[in-house]
C-alpha cells in the first residue's frame, strides 16, 4: 500500500514538472560553419493571463525570440527582473528599442511585441503585469546536455 501512494505520488510530480518546464536548453554549439538558428516561444494574453501558445527548446547563449501577443481588450505590461541584465532588440508596430537596461514594455490591445534576446543562464525567468499584479508566469530553462 505505501509503495502505491509513492508511485501516485512520484507521477503527480512528473506531470508537474513537465507542465512548468515548458522551454528547455540543449547544451552545446552548432557544427562548425552554420550560424546558430534563433528559436522561438510564443506567449498569448488573453483573459488577463499569459499563456504559453508555442513552447519550444532553445539553447543556452543561442538567439532566442518571445512572440507576447495581446489578445485582451486592455494595455498590459510585461516586466521580468532578468530583463534589465540582458542585451535585447525590442520590435512591434511602429517600434524598435535595443540595450541593457530596460525593466518593461507595455503591448496595447490587438498588438504583438518581439524580444530577441540570448539566455545566458539556466534557471527560473519570472514575468509578470505590472498593470494587473494577478498576471504572473514563469519560464524554467533547464540545461538538458546534447546528445
Known amino acids: ?14 506531470v508537474l514538472l513537465l507542465s512548468l518546464a515548458v522551454v528547455s536548453i540543449s547544451a552545446g554549439e552548432p557544427p562548425e ?19 504559453l501558445a508555442q513552447p519550444g527548446p532553445i539553447r543556452l547563449g543561442g538567439p532566442t525570440v518571445i512572440i507576447l501577443r495581446n489578445q485582451d481588450i486592455v ?40 524580444i530577441h534576446l540570448t539566455p545566458e543562464r539556466a534557471g527560473n525567468y519570472s514575468f509578470r503585469c505590472d498593470l494587473h499584479p494577478q498576471m504572473k508566469g514563469e519560464l524554467f530553462l533547464l540545461e538538458v546536455p546534447a546528445a
Open 1 to 14: 500500500m505505501i509503495h502505491k501512494r509513492r508511485a501516485v505520488r512520484y507521477a503527480t510530480v512528473s
Open 33 to 51: 560553419g552554420q550560424t546558430a538558428q534563433e528559436r522561438r516561444i510564443e506567449i498569448m494574453i488573453r483573459n488577463y493571463d499569459f499563456m
Open 75 to 114: 494595455r498590459h505590461g510585461f516586466t521580468s527582473p532578468v530583463l534589465p541584465s540582458l542585451q535585447l532588440l525590442v520590435e512591434g508596430e511602429g517600434l524598435s528599442a535595443y540595450g541593457k537596461g530596460v525593466e518593461g514594455f507595455y503591448v496595447d490591445p490587438g498588438k504583438t511585441l518581439v
